[in-house]
């Protein structure tokens, strides 16, 4: 009974570890070859699969998921002659895991040599500039050198990049002089036409400021002369009215004294009185250094010595004056002598006349451009704006030739 328990338990152990063998669970993404008597029968994917005890064999599993290889840094020389490291990483997939085990011994290592001899080959057609800024065209031809050469091996390569490359130490140093020169350059140049479009906007500010300088000179020069010209208009007709008021005055007192002397009916002696008065007011002035007695002086001072009773036939004397009635006794009477009896200026018909040749052509000349209303501030005399005299409404014609317009008759 012990020996065959034995065995029996035995048989148990061994039967339960054939039936472990026989049954495999492989997992989701992963492949197997399965052999049988040392031959391919067939691949096995993810899930429960039963072999053969002792006849079926189950080599290691293969994942089919994409992989990322990176390769350490490889010397590469390049067209003109410089070494350069260059690191890679290559990402693949197997897609036929017979092919991956029975065409190719190690095909990690195999994608690792081939991207190495395929790197080589494409960098050492390219200069070193070229190298350094054509990564993509060396990604693009390395894929393709690698799709093409992993296809048989049941490989797909999906993308490969180059993750660095290095130059040697003296050509970094050459490159970044190179840049540093570059970059000094552009900004010399940056420097250069910021300075000239900031002196060309200086130079037009400059031009926009001189020519709104010059058009305020030019209309301040314009109501300048403007100005200039009212007031010289202004000033040329209250001259103009003065020497009028004046040359009126003056004849105006030339009558009456020509009339107060016609009326008086004065005698020779009283004209040789009033001549000797005249004779200092000649001789009067800075200048004069030397005056010479005109002729008739002898004459008026005999005219005035027969007048104070010298000698003589006929010779007059105020002595014996008398007034102009006749009369013996009467005594001239000089009351009335310093009275005036004219009107005043105003009232006058010539003050009428002041502005008459306000209306002739030279006037009305004058007077265009000028504002007709009156600025602010300014008081307006009784016709002058229409060159009128107070209480007229227009001129009458003038009476003759050479003298002013007369105002009509009220």
């Known amino acids: 009974m012990d020996a065959a328990l034995i065995v029996v338990v035995v048989l148990a152990i061994v039967v339960i570890g054939t039936l472990l063998r026989s049954v495999r669970i492989i997992p989701q993404a992963r492949a197997a070859v399965v052999e049988r008597l040392g031959r391919y029968i067939r691949t096995q994917g993810p899930g429960l699969t039963l072999l053969v005890p002792f006849v079926d064999r189950m080599l290691p599993l293969i994942d089919l998921r994409e992989q990322v290889v990176s390769f350490p840094p490889q010397p590469v020389i390049t067209s003109d002659n410089l070494t350069v490291a260059i690191d890679s990483v290559i990402y693949f997939q197997v897609t036929d895991p017979r092919a991956a085990t029975y ?46 050469a992993t296809g048989p091996w049941g490989i797909r390569v999906a993308r490969v990049e180059i993750k660095a490359i290095d130059p040697p130490p003296s050509i970094q140093d050459a490159m970044e002089k190179q840049m540093r020169a570059d970059r000094d350059k552009r900004a010399i140049i940056l420097t250069a036409e910021g300075q000239r479009e900031a002196a060309i906007k200086t130079a037009e500010g400059q031009k926009a400021a001189q020519i709104l300088a010059a058009e305020g000179q030019k209309q301040a020069a314009i109501l300048a002369a403007e100005a200039e010209r009212q007031s010289r208009i202004l000033r040329a007709e209250g001259e103009r009215a003065s020497r009028y008021l004046a040359a009126q005055g003056q004849t105006k007192a030339i009558e009456t004294t020509f009339g107060a002397i016609h009326a008086a009916k004065p005698d020779p002696a009283l004209l040789a009185y009033q001549y000797l008065q005249t004779l200092p007011q000649i001789a009067q002035g800075d200048a004069n250094k030397m005056w010479i007695l005109p002729s008739e002086f002898s004459k008026a001072l005999e005219g005035l010595a027969r007048l104070g009773g010298a000698e003589g036939d006929g010779a007059p004397s105020w002595l014996e004056q008398t007034g102009t009635g006749g009369g013996d006794d009467e005594k001239i009477d000089t009351s009335g002598w310093f009275d005036s009896h004219l009107p005043p200026a105003a009232e006058q018909p010539e003050a009428a006349n002041i502005r008459a040749s306000d209306l002739d052509a030279a006037t009305l000349a004058a007077h265009s451009g000028m504002p007709d209303e009156p600025s602010a501030g300014t008081t307006v005399l009784p016709g002058a704006a229409t060159g009128l005299p107070a209480g007229a409404t227009e001129w009458s014609a003038p009476t003759q030739e050479g003298s002013p317009p007369r105002p009509p008759a009220d």
């Open 103 to 148: 065409e190719i011994a190690n095909y990690i290592q195999a994608v690792e040599q081939l991207t190495i001899t395929t790197l080589r080959n494409v960098v050492g057609a390219l200069n070193l500039e070229q190298a350094l800024t054509s990564r993509d065209d060396i990604n693009t031809q390395l894929r393709g050198v690698l799709d093409e």
